[in-house]
Nanobody
């Protein structure tokens, strides 16, 4: 099983980034997918999740700015991040949660700074 997250980078406050997480080795259509993040010195926190039926859930801190989506044909989950703030700086991880299994990707770093 592999989850590969990419798309991070350095962006100015107010800017946008789109993260992608490609998966292999799982039946993508049976998994809920999520994005989590971990800022320096802080615990990992939920950013957004999307069920296999497309129901989404967001942390209050990103509602209205971030959008999670999934493409079953490509076994990929996305996180569109707009109006980025310095507080969004973190390593972002994708997660695949099945009924009995839970997989994590390696993370991609997002830095929001002028």
């Amino acid at each position: 099983v592999q989850l590969q997250a990419f798309g991070g980078g350095l962006v100015q406050p107010g800017g946008s980034l789109r993260l992608s997480c490609t998966t292999s080795g799982i039946n993508f259509g049976l998994y809920a997918m999520g994005w989590y993040r971990q800022a320096p010195g802080k615990q990992r926190e939920l950013v957004a999740t999307i069920t296999n039926l497309g129901t989404t859930n967001y942390a209050d801190s990103v509602k209205g700015r971030f959008t999670i989506s999934r493409d079953t044909a490509k076994s990929t989950v996305y996180l569109q991040m707009n109006s980025l703030e310095p507080e969004d700086t973190a390593v972002y991880y994708c997660n695949a949660k099945g009924r009995l299994t839970d997989f994590w990707g390696q993370g991609t770093r997002v830095t929001v700074s002028s």
